[in-house]
């Protein structure tokens, strides 16, 4: 097949991966179903017809608002479709084998929706951590990818560190200093990218979440949506891991 079809075929799937995202956003938090009802208008409940639901064209046929109240539809659905489609576009030109390719993709796909669930909600839903640790897991048994003993061990050992974590950080602070959705998307991670880069992604979230959301929350006293950095740094591992861990060996601890 033509690799210009290949990557049409692979944004229109995207995309409509990123339209049922939206979904899953909206509807987990809530303890709702995400297969019934239809879609709907945020503003009045009104079930959208199918040339409604088409992902980013709808949006920009209809203005961003709806057919029906004329009620503004939030920007969020457009991106949130456009990313994902961008992430499994990306995926596949990034790396050598289907396997790669599909285990980043479906990566990439949780951590969007937990990024924009814990920014919108404080919550991470255990249908993408806990749904998202299974698919690590199995996806281990795929060639290219690491060995389920090796995912295996990347869960296990980041939901220990996240749990001491939580444990220690409650004792000092005398309040929970983590919630349980970190600690269960953590294992996720590790399961997804093995235990050194699970470690490195709890490095460069805590790192960035200092740094852009630190002086935020001293001066605000809000909670820190930690999993939003959890994401982005195991966003960061995913692309650069190999070189940074390599660097640190070569340029900290001089091996």
């Known amino acids: 097949m033509p690799e210009l079809l290949i990557l049409i075929y692979t944004a229109i799937f995207g995309l409509a991966i990123g339209s049922f995202l939206n979904v899953c956003i ?3 938090p809530a303890g709702r179903s995400i297969l019934r009802p239809r879609s709907a208008c945020p503003a009045c409940g009104r079930q959208l017809r199918w040339y409604e639901n088409i992902p980013v ?7 961003g608002r709806c057919l029906g109240c004329k009620g503004p539809i939030s920007i969020r659905y457009p991106l949130v479709e456009l990313a994902t489609g961008l992430i499994w576009v990306g995926s596949y030109l990034y790396f050598e ?5 599909l285990s980043a993709a479906i990566f990439g796909t949780l951590l ?3 990024a924009v669930t814990d920014a919108r909600e404080y919550i991470i839903p255990d249908e993408f951590s806990l749904g998202g640790l299974v698919l690590g897991l199995a996806l281990s048994l795929a060639p290219g990818r690491p060995t389920p003993l090796w995912s295996l061990a990347g869960a ?6 996240m749990y001491g974590v939580a444990v220690v950080g409650e004792w000092a602070f005398k309040k929970p200093a983590l919630g349980g959705g970190d600690i269960k998307m953590l294992a996720m991670i590790g399961a997804f990218l093995g235990p050194l880069h699970a470690v490195l992604t709890i490095f460069v979230g805590s790192v960035v979440g200092a740094v852009i959301f630190g002086p935020i ?6 909670l820190v949506p930690f ?4 994401a982005v740094g195991a966003a960061v591992v ?3 891991g190999d070189a940074l861990v390599g660097w640190y060996v070569t340029h900290i601890l001089r091996l």
């Open 26 to 28: 909206v509807r987990l």
């Open 57 to 63: 064209l709808s949006f920009l046929a209809l203005r």
């Open 97 to 101: 084998t289907v396997w790669q390719a």
């Open 112 to 114: 969007l929706g937990i």
């Open 156 to 161: 296990g050992l980041a939901f220990a560190l």
């Open 217 to 222: 929350a001293l001066k605000t006293g809000r």
């Open 227 to 230: 999993g939003v950095f959890l």
């Open 238 to 240: 995913v692309l650069w």
